[in-house]
Nanobody, 116 residues
């Protein structure tokens, strides 16, 4: 079955960095685009970044552009989200996502808290 497992979240001070990972299984990872979403406390889930199947095309939300990099390693079936210069407003649960023929799939999420 399809599984997406996020890791790498935690507590970080403003201005700090974190790299999130999402390990995928149960489908042909190299054939599909991958996305990172986030859900801040009390707010709706929002798209953060997208990467194409081969990794040659990426897109970012305006709120993270220039501070965040999405990447993938198709040999390891893993997608990453490197986040730099983190701000308190980046505090959220971060989710890995993909859309397959049978529907959308989500990981369980990983908490990122930016606070001094």
């Amino acid at each position: 079955q399809v599984q997406l497992v996020e890791s790498g979240g935690g507590l970080v001070q403003p201005g700090g960095s974190l790299t999130l990972s999402c390990a995928a299984s149960g489908f042909t990872f190299s054939n599909v685009a991958m996305r990172w979403y986030r859900q801040p406390p009390g707010k709706e889930r929002e798209l953060v970044a997208t990467i194409s199947s081969a990794g040659g095309s990426t897109n970012y939300a305006d709120s993270v552009k220039g501070r965040v990099t999405i990447s993938r390693n198709n040999a390891k079936n893993t997608v990453y989200l490197q986040m730099n210069n983190l701000r308190p407003e980046d505090t959220a649960v971060y989710y890995c996502n993909t859309q397959l023929f049978l529907g959308q799939y989500w990981g369980q999420g990983t908490q990122v808290t930016v606070s001094s």
